[in-house]
């Protein structure tokens, strides 16, 4: 797969800092903000762990006033979307060679949740934007409107693969010719408790084992890993071609050199070795790579007890287990929808930074032969990396990216 598709801006906004430079100093240091949730909706009878952002850093008050009937969702995708339009100066393209595509469907459960618990007794008072806001589109409606997107719009599900998805779909409608210009954004999951109590139940989300230690609770490819902790992210990506962007002189982060995706053929939460092998070669052969090319990988590694031992078995087969690899997830937690926009951002800033993250409570990894990076590494050249993301129901994503800066 030839191409000359190349990001030119990204947007992040999570529990461990707000815009590029504070996430990037975060992940860099290994920061983390897990502890028991206290989101109302997200608590009931039983703790969970996770990480909350604290508070949404508005421009200024006209914006915050002007974004108040955005559900939490909206808002943190407005805010993510504004960054990454900025930085690729957007504006100067016309509005119908914009596109937009949203990473994640039935992302609004708390907020529903809410709504549901809130008007119960009376139903005739519910205000008739509900009508819009349950809606995913609605999520497109308010980045749209706000941002003059006048292309293609549209949201794409995938499970924890919906981030990457919207990458790939970017990608594939920038080369269409429908758009000049392409973001994908990974919108945050607002779970609720009821989601939380279904994740522990299928054996995916963490238990009680660290409810009175939440930092350690994160803890991917260790031995002592107990499922995923969730994480409020948001992520987003601008996706052109290069000409595009030497017209407005934007420096690209780095090229998008190929990407696969694939299904299991299976409807449950268990992954396959072989899917996810395909998806990995596939990416390999069309961005005309060997696997001694890649230099990081930046896996899906999630903490779940079946998950990460495929998934450290798939890379072994396809002969990756030199490259570099870390543990995004164990800073920022689980993003879901959002994980695979906001793992890109981190590969790419770990990129620039030519520095690797630490991979925290990364203490006995269940496989040794890795080339693990513990305690983060600094000065680290990263030419081609891989990204993955997988989600329940069989899905199965993988990324390249050359560096270009």
Not at 222 to 244: L, P
Not at 283 to 304: F, K, M, R, T, W
């Amino acid at each position: 797969m030839k191409n000359d598709l190349v990001i030119t801006g990204i947007g992040i906004l999570s529990a461990i800092g707000q815009g590029k430079l504070d996430f990037s100093s975060a992940l860099l240091e290994g920061k983390h903000v897990f502890n028991q949730m206290k989101r109302p909706g997200r608590k009931k009878e039983i703790d969970f762990i996770g990480a909350e952002i604290d508070q949404l850093n508005f421009p200024d008050e006209n914006t915050k006033r002007q974004w108040r009937r955005a559900s939490l969702t909206s808002q943190v995708a407005l805010l993510t979307l504004m960054e990454a339009w900025q930085e690729a100066k957007l504006a100067h393209i016309p509005a119908e060679r914009i596109g937009l595509i949203i990473g994640g469907s039935n992302v609004q459960q708390r907020e529903m949740l809410h709504i549901y618990d809130h008007y119960h007794d009376k139903p005739h008072f519910i205000s008739p934007t509900y009508g819009m806001s349950f809606m995913d589109s609605d999520i497109c409606g308010w980045c749209t409107e706000q941002f003059d997107i006048k292309g293609l719009a549209y949201t794409i599900g995938g499970s924890s693969a919906s981030g990457q998805m919207a990458v790939i779909q970017a990608c594939e409608a920038v080369l269409s010719g429908k758009v000049d210009a392409c973001i994908a954004l990974g919108a945050l999951m607002d779970i609720s408790y009821i989601e939380c109590h279904a994740f522990r139940s299928l054996g995916a989300m963490g238990t009680d084992l660290y409810v009175h230690q939440p930092e350690k609770a994160a803890r991917p490819f260790d031995q002592n890993r107990d499922g995923f902790i969730y994480g409020e992210n948001c992520g987003a990506v601008v996706i052109e071609r290069r000409e595009t962007a030497l017209k407005r002189s934007i420096p690209s982060y780095a090229q998008i050199l190929s990407w696969a995706r694939g299904m299991d053929g299976n409807r449950n939460p268990n992954p396959s070795r072989e899917g996810e092998m395909l998806v990995i070669q596939q990416a390999l052969e069309q961005a005309d790579l060997l696997p001694d090319s890649i230099d990081y990988i930046n896996p899906h590694g999630s903490g779940s007890l079946i998950g990460d031992e495929t998934e450290l078995q798939a890379l072994i087969d396809c002969g990756l287990p030199h490259a570099y690899i870390n543990t995004t997830k164990s800073i920022t937690g689980h993003g879901l929808s959002a994980a695979g926009v906001v793992e890109l951002i981190a590969t790419l800033l770990q990129m620039e930074a030519r520095q690797l993250h630490p991979s925290r409570n990364l203490q006995n990894p269940i496989n040794e032969f890795f080339n693990w990076v513990r305690q983060g590494k600094n000065e680290v050249s990263i030419n081609h990396s891989l990204n993955l993301s997988f989600g329940f129901g069989g899905v199965n994503t993988a990324v390249c990216l050359k560096n270009e800066r």
